[in-house]
């Protein structure tokens, strides 16, 4: 079991905007950064959000993060058919002494 | 361009101990940490544990009692080494760089399979 909850499917159409949910406790997201990375199947994953709502540099402004509190979320607007993938949150967590994941979002276009 | 590659034996007897090398090219090991994350077919992300160029490594406390890390600079590579493997640690192994800005770059990934 995760110590981060994500909703294991999200979907949209072409050009919607698709909201994936993140929700941890006190000891990870609630006192440091949210990490979100992008898995396409069969490859390694991508960092496409750092420090709660920074995007690397090559990653479209089409990703956003965002944080409060103990939850934070990851926005695809323009979605497109390349967005399909499964998309990771992750935060350090003081209790456990490291990093935590999320179970994972599948998203289809 | 920093790029990590795994490798190691594909195939590892249980109760042996698995054994990986993470070879950075194209930057300097110094001054990063340096993590190993697993992920079991079908399944999602698992940190193992980071470590640094000096200083102690940080492990994942489910695993912590069977995991080993370590860095060797003049090589440009960190290992990590997994005793007492069983059909769980199945999984494909992936070496990243970690910092603020997140674990970036990865290496490809690397397929251990447990099995006699």
């Known amino acids: 079991q995760s110590m981060l909850t994500q909703p294991p499917s999200a979907s949209g159409t072409p050009g919607q905007t698709v909201t994936i949910s993140c929700s941890g406790s006190s000891s990870n997201i609630g006192s440091n950064y949210v990490y979100w990375y992008q898995q396409i199947p069969g490859t390694a994953p991508n960092l496409v959000i750092y420090g709660n709502n920074q995007r690397p540099s090559g990653v479209p402004d089409r990703f956003s993060g965002s944080k409060s509190g103990t939850s934070a979320s990851l926005a695809i607007s323009g979605l497109r058919s390349d967005d399909e993938a499964d998309y990771y949150c992750a935060a350090w967590d003081d209790r456990l002494n490291g990093y935590v994941f999320g179970a994972g979002t599948k998203v289809t276009v | 361009q920093v790029q990590l590659q795994e490798s190691g034996p594909g195939l590892v007897k249980p109760s042996e101990t698995l054994s990986l090398t993470c070879t950075v090219s194209g930057g300097s090991i110094g001054s990063y940490y340096w993590s190993w994350i697993r992920q079991p077919a079908g399944k999602g992300l698992e940190w193992i544990g980071r470590?640094?160029?000096?200083?102690?490594?940080n492990y994942n406390p489910s695993l912590k009692s069977r995991v080993t890390m370590s860095v060797d600079t003049s090589k440009n590579q960190f290992s990590l080494k997994l005793s007492s493997v069983t059909a769980a640690d199945t999984a494909v192994y992936y070496c990243?760089?970690?910092?603020?800005?997140?674990?970036?770059?990865w290496g490809q990934g690397t397929l251990v399979t447990v099995s006699s």
């Open positions: 470590i640094y160029t000096s200083g102690s490594p």
């Open positions: 990243a760089r970690g910092r603020f800005e997140g674990f970036d770059p």
